[in-house]
């Protein structure tokens, strides 16, 4: 039937079935764009509406229509929320007099003449910025004034009643609202509000979520005032200070120095604007002494009476000198953690082996991240074991060779004093709906976590970490009418150029807990390279520690341990301990 | 239906071209959809591209696409006047500057990148091409003059799995698998798709045409999932409010766009829409039907229905094998990839960036789609002649 067509016979013309397969394929293709005309005329006709909203409401998102979720602390303390503001904007086709808008609005807003000219006259745009987020009152005058082509449109702006005083958790938005950092970047959905705008259609979305920080202002306030006091005295280069509840991982401070001003970022350098205690590692140095006793006794190498000779004060190691601040002979492994040995500790390193030793660090979290709700945590870096040779256990032993952040220390000292159970560090404590008050989600404690060493040897570490305090190297960390533990801690620092060790570059730590029989919170707190003098952990970070523990249990409303004297007492006895 | 398609074909053909020679021939109809639809596009294109710029923006967009039509006027006549028989010759060559211009845009000197895609071959001062252009009316030369020479070795030959499916198949995924580097999944998929089409309709065997595609599935699905963009796309198309920031968006401004139009449309002053990123390419449509409205879609849509019957005719009436396939060849390139943007831009399939061809911005997409047409032409006229 298809023959219809005329060749010469030596052309080869296309058959029949080459013909009937054209037409069926031509006969798909055509249904299916009848079928799209047919998918128009649903989307012209069947409740167009739908659509036009949608796009609208995207639209109106961009001109921040709604309003961001506001931040508080745990106990509802209002930490960042955003303030209605207005910026104008002009259309410049529209203007009617260029010169004479610009010359009205410089002297409303306040603004430079030129600048608002030289916009208003841009022929190859509809639309220029006048001024952004200028406040209400402002606002309002430029509106009375119905200047032609001169629009309003609402932007919020940002207000932290605290000041700068949250801005390293909480960070800091663009100004298109939009989080940049911190809580602020990392709940930024949430903050923002709009997966609910597009489920609902857009018309109920004023505001996005709430979120409630575990972080508490007082607390936060206290623990800066007793930094800074210390960042007065020892001007170091940084300085940091975190209190984490013992036992449920949270975050009740985080403060880090210099500081910087969340409502104006840019205003400050870059390095201002570093929560250095999840984003910067170091080699913390001896306050990682405890953890490696924990892991030996727990790995049963050792006990607590086990002697170490300490070879007074300085001992060879192959070419390598290993010495102490001061001269010992025999320590137990008790007066080892006590006294900061390094030689003693260098010791139970070896005892360990790499693969006990590697395992119980493991096993206390170093090496992964915590896990906390903010964003640009550094996990650090625990060489693999498999590249670990005796010296590396000596180093590891007190603290070098292994890097860590401010962080993971604290998650480690609050396994021992949460019964060895490691604990999730976190700062996020709910996320509410303003409008209709439900909790959108709620962290309960998180079950399961893994334990790090035995109620009994936490138990053992917490009593040698109170000896510390009591009668070592932290007795400045002292706390009047609580008995505490802790230890101290001082790094040495990478040269600049990160050729070995530096000479005069420390960083100062005293790590602790309070109170020491039934542990509320883990006080951890840094200096980095401080220029006054000193530089010992228990000197220049000490007194920090005393205040924050001071203020933070008379807070918590922990009873003090008024049998203190009597507890002591018995507590050296038990162990036929002496003191100096 | 096709007995009927084919009845009329035979009834109308004859009177058309006998009786009253005033009246155009199928070459002349096809002439005339063209024109019509690049006419649209020089309105639709110029508004988009000038969303709320003003008067002087708006005139400087005509005349800049008015330039675009007369350059690409002269690849039409040369399609036109060339007899078709030429390109069957030179279909190897053609084949093979097809794949050295696609292998060159991906070195980073040559090819240009725009958007993570190096996809352009610029010469400068705004002069350049996209090499998958010309490439998929090359393959499509190459596979009708391929089913040219099987043919002439005998009736059965292209039933034969080496002849009929694997050397035709191969090319076919080399010049895919270049498109899919640059990346353009659009192109590539739509090369795809007519390529074996075309295999299929010379007489390829489906079953053995079935089980090759069976067992390329995987590679596909790999080049979705591996893909995070692609894969997002498709999340999007399924759900595009989960992702209104992106690619959703997109989708919903289209929409939006399409639903404002109504029956009668909004005019052409109001078709720029400042919310729509790449309106005036692999969104023209949804401008045309805010434009024009659904009388206008209807008519654009029409439009390539039209072309098609007419490309259907010319087919069946096509002198030779080679003239057949390569009017089924070019029809299926152009009426395919109008009805897949049309598709895109409605949300029917999941997002792809691929343009109307005629219709969307973009000189040299236009230039070479005119040059096919013309070659179609050319089919259309030798059946005259021959009769």
Redesign the interface.
């Known amino acids: ?2 023959k ?4 010469s016979g030596d ?5 029949a ?11 798909i ?2 249904l ?3 079928a ?2 047919g ?3 649903q ?3 069947d409740n ?5 909203r ?3 409401v ?2 109106m998102r961009s001109e921040s229509a709604t309003r961001r979720g506001d931040i508080y602390d745990r106990e509802g303390r209002l930490l960042a929320t955003s303030v209605p503001h207005w910026s104008v904007f002009a259309d410049p ?1 529209e203007v009617y007099d260029p010169f004479e808008t610009a010359r009205i609005l410089a002297r409303v807003l306040n603004a430079d003449l030129n600048t608002i000219n030289a916009r208003l006259r841009r ?2 745009t ?1 639309f220029v910025w006048i001024k952004r987020q200028v406040s209400p009152s402002r606002a309002e005058w430029v509106r009375a004034l119905e200047l032609k082509g001169v629009y309003l449109r609402r932007e919020d702006k940002r207000f932290h009643p605290f000041g700068s005083l949250f801005a390293h958790v909480v960070g800091f938005t663009d100004i298109d609202g939009r989080g940049l950092e911190g809580v602020e970047a990392r709940f930024e959905k949430e903050l923002g509000g ?1 997966e609910r705008l ?2 609902e259609g857009g018309n109920r979305a004023e505001k996005g979520y709430d979120i409630y920080l575990t972080l508490d202002a007082y607390i936060q306030s206290l623990t800066r005032d007793a930094l800074l006091r210390q960042v007065e005295r020892h001007r170091p280069e940084a300085a940091w200070a975190l209190v984490l509840d013992a036992r449920s991982g949270e975050v009740l401070s985080m403060v880090n120095w210099p500081q910087y001003d969340p409502g104006a970022p840019a205003g400050s350098p870059e390095r201002n604007r570093r929560n250095s205690i999840l984003a910067d590692t170091y080699e913390y140095g001896s306050v990682l002494k405890p953890i490696t006793v924990a892991i030996a006794l727990e790995s049963g190498i050792v006990e607590p009476d086990t002697e170490f000779d300490c070879h007074r004060g300085a001992w060879r190691f192959g070419r390598r000198t290993i010495r102490d601040v001061s001269e010992h002979g025999n320590l137990t492994v008790r007066d080892i953690v006590a006294r900061s040995s390094n030689i003693g500790v260098a010791q139970i390193g070896l005892k360990l082996g790499v693969e006990d030793f590697w395992r119980g660090l493991n096993r206390f979290g170093f090496g992964d991240p915590s896990g906390i709700e903010l964003q640009g945590e550094s996990t650090g870096i625990m060489r693999a074991a498999s590249r670990w040779n005796d010296h590396s256990l000596i180093s590891i032993a007190f603290g070098q060779e292994i890097s860590i952040n401010a962080m993971a220390l604290a998650r480690a000292f609050a396994a021992l004093g949460n019964d060895g159970v490691l604990v999730q560090p976190r700062v996020l404590q709910k996320i509410t709906d303003p409008l209709s008050g439900d909790e959108i989600r709620s962290e309960g404690r998180p079950e399961n976590l893994q334990r790090a060493v035995s109620k009994d040897v936490a138990d053992e570490v917490m009593r040698m970490l109170a000896r510390v305090v009591e009668e070592g190297t932290g007795t400045r960390a002292a706390v009047e009418g609580y008995r505490v533990g802790g230890k101290t801690g001082t790094g040495t620092l990478m040269c600049k150029d990160n050729r070995g060790y530096s000479k005069d570059r420390y960083i100062s730590t005293f790590v602790g807990l309070a109170p020491i029989d039934d542990p509320g919170v883990v006080i951890l707190v840094s200096l980095k390279v401080p220029t006054g003098g000193d530089y010992y952990g228990g000197i220049v970070a000490g007194p920090a520690f005393s205040e924050i523990a001071q203020g933070t249990l008379g807070y918590l409303k922990v009873p003090p341990d008024i049998q203190k004297d009597f507890l002591a007492r018995t507590w050296i006895n038990d162990y036929g301990s002496h003191i100096h | 239906m096709s007995e009927a398609m084919l009845k009329d074909a035979a009834h109308s053909e004859p009177g058309c071209r006998a009786d009253v020679p005033a009246l155009p021939g199928p070459a002349g109809r096809v002439a005339v959809i063209t024109a019509a639809l690049v006419l649209l596009s020089v309105i639709a294109v110029s508004a988009a591209e000038t969303a709320g710029g003003g008067e002087a923006g708006f005139h400087n967009a005509v005349l800049r696409r008015l330039f675009a039509v007369a350059v690409g006027s002269i690849a039409f006549m040369a399609g036109w006047k060339i007899p078709y028989g030429f390109w069957r010759k030179n279909s190897l060559m053609l084949l093979a500057i097809s794949f050295l211009t696609l292998v060159l845009v991906l070195v980073p000197s040559v090819g240009s990148s725009v958007g993570g895609a190096r996809r352009w071959i610029r010469f400068g001062a705004g002069v350049g091409f996209q090499p998958s252009d010309p490439a998929k009316f090359a393959l499509v030369i190459w596979i009708a003059a391929w089913c040219h020479r099987c043919k002439e070795k005998g009736e059965g030959a292209m039933q034969n799995f080496r002849d009929g499916l694997l050397l035709p198949g191969m090319v076919i995924a080399a010049v895919v698998a270049l498109m899919l580097l640059e990346p353009d999944f659009g192109t590539a998929s739509l090369t795809a798709v007519v390529g074996f089409g075309l295999i299929l309709i010379a007489g390829a065997s489906v079953l053995q045409t079935g089980l090759c595609l069976l067992a390329s599935t995987p590679v596909i699905h790999l080049l979705i999932v591996n893909s995070p963009y692609r894969m997002r796309r498709i999340t999007t198309f399924l759900d595009p409010l989960r992702d209104v920031r992106g690619g959703g968006y997109q989708l919903i401004q289209s929409l939006a766009a399409i639903a404002s139009g109504g029956i009668y449309g909004l005019g052409p002053g109001e078709g720029g829409i400042a919310y729509l990123p790449a309106a005036s390419n692999d969104f023209i449509f949804s401008v045309i039907a805010r434009q024009f409205g659904f009388i206008g879609a209807a008519v654009v849509v029409a439009a390539f229905i039209w072309l098609l019957w007419e490309g259907l005719h010319i087919t069946i009436k096509a002198p030779d094998m080679f003239g057949s396939m390569l009017a089924a060849g070019i029809t299926a390139l152009i009426c395919t990839q109008a009805a897949v943007h049309i598709a895109v831009t409605t949300g029917s399939v999941p997002t792809t960036g691929i343009t109307m061809p005629l219709v969307s911005a973009g000189g040299s997409s236009l230039f070479f789609t005119l040059w096919s047409i013309g070659v179609l032409c050319n089919i259309a006229l030798s059946t005259g002649r021959k009769t």
């Open positions: 039937m298809a219809g067509n005329a060749h052309v080869p013309a296309a058959t079935g080459t013909l009937r397969r054209v037409k069926i394929a031509a006969a293709l055509m299916i764009l009848v799209l005309a998918r128009i005329a989307i012209q006709f167009p509406g739908q659509y036009t949608l796009a609208a995207r639209r086709t022929r190859d509809r709009f597009s489920a």
